[in-house]
């Protein structure tokens, strides 16, 4: 059988968990997985969500983004050091005033973020390129298209993936390599409990205090009720890079939730950034009961797909 050898970071949870157990589950059986985390001691969710798979079409890995060796040595322990599909998904968030952020905590999120991708490409990248064929994914976010407000150094590492990619996949192209950013807007995952928790821990006493109040009463405030509304699974992110990758000619760029295109839409459509600019500083500051009136109407709509939704399966 000639199944695709496909190596996703990040698996101990999120996006990366449900990455791992879709492709690894396959109906067809197209792939054999290579799920890595950093720290094998969580591999028990893992273990437990991929099932008879585990064994079969799933092999969990250590990689830690962040260590060359570790990288290297996941690399080699592959037959023929062979990978076709390479899912970068392991990151970090980071929320607050950039006064109340050390510069290390900020090289953390890059490390991982940015340069973590970069390590993976100087190891995998030239394997791809004798072979003359693979798949590079990333999983960005739409927050590497847009900036949004106290998410300055994580989208910033989300930029650079994404300037970093578009410099890149000219000269992959002539390898016959495809590579894809996948753009999720909310997910809801370990990541939002995970930053919020920090978020809500931060020492805001280098902030002055108009700033320490537009990030706990308005950004804060705002955080969870905006996943609650827009937010979308991790399964349903594999789901849309299970699409992706059995694609003949993958897209570079592909937005996974369709509530978030109007607001990357004025971005293309306006070369001087006032208008998306503009628009969110009138829906943050101007216009936010009309906000809030649209994320409980997209609640209340959602709840109510979701009941039908299953009323039908009940039937
Ligand atoms: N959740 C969202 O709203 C959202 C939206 C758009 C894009 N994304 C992106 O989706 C990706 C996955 O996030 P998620 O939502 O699934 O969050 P998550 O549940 O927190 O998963 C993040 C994964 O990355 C791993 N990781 C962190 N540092 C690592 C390192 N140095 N080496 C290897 N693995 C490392 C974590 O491992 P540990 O368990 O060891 O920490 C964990 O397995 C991230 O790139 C994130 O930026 C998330």
Redesign the pocket.
Known sequence: MNQKVVLI??????????LAVRFANDEKKRFMVYA????LS?SKALVEAAGRSLGRTLEIKQ?????EN?IKACVDSLPERRVDILI??????LIGPIECQSIEQMKVVM???FF?FVRLLKEILPDMKRRKRGHIV??????GIQGMLFNDI?SA??FAVEGFCESLVVQSMRFKINITL???????????H??YGEGLKTDLSKADKDTADMFTNIYLKNYREI?ESV?QT?ED?AEHTLMIVTMDNPPFRHQTNMLYTPMTTLKYADPSGDLSIDEFYKMVFEHDKVFHASLNFLKLLRWRSRKSFSLEKSK
């Open positions: 970071t990040g698996c101990s949870s999120g996006i990366g968990l449900a890595t985390m950093r720290n969580k990689l830690d983004v962040c260590d570790s970068s998904n392991a990151g970090l968030g490390d991982t973020n973590g990333v999983i960005s976010s739409v927050m994580y590492s989300k996948i753009e999720p807007g909310p997910v809801i995952t370990e990541f939002e995970k930053v996943f937010g991790a992110i």
